[in-house]
Nanobody, 126 residues
Framework: QVQLVDSGGGSVEAGGSLRLSCTAS????????IGWFRQAPQKEREAVAT???????RYIDSVKGRFTISRDNAKNTLALEMSSLKPEDSAMYYC????????????????????WGQGTQVTIAS
């Protein structure tokens, strides 16, 4: 069984930066499609960034140039560096993972992922 623990959320002013982290209890994190989702109140949970088994990254348009997803294969950790934060970035953020054998991109939906972190709140003051 895969267990994910995410952390790093908090409150920051618009234009600020924040770094989220996710620790995976797996032997090789590179064997999974892994990414970050976010969900704001009354809105659908959406993938914001993913990284596939080859290390290719994908982002939704609204965060391109501002967010960077990275993976540390030695530590089995995932990070999301966020900068130039906007009020619309406010949401509960979750790391998520799925087995290999399928595509890995932001087009994927919640039901495509098998393993989830508990969520970490990100609040951007307007």
């Amino acid at each position: 069984q895969v267990q994910l623990v995410d952390s790093g959320g908090g409150s920051v002013e618009a234009g600020g930066s924040l770094r989220l982290s996710c620790t995976a209890s797996v032997d090789q994190i590179s064997r999974y499609c892994i990414g970050w989702f976010r969900q704001a109140p009354q809105k659908e949970r959406e993938a914001v960034a993913t990284i596939d088994i080859e290390g290719n990254t994908r982002y939704i348009d609204s965060v391109k140039g501002r967010f960077t997803i990275s993976r540390d294969n030695a530590k089995n950790t995932l990070a999301l560096e966020m900068s130039s934060l906007k009020p619309e970035d406010s949401a509960m953020y979750y790391c998520a993972a799925r087995p290999t054998g399928h595509g890995c991109g932001t087009y994927l939906r919640r039901h495509h992922f098998d393993y989830w972190g508990q969520g970490t709140q990100v609040t951007i003051a307007s």
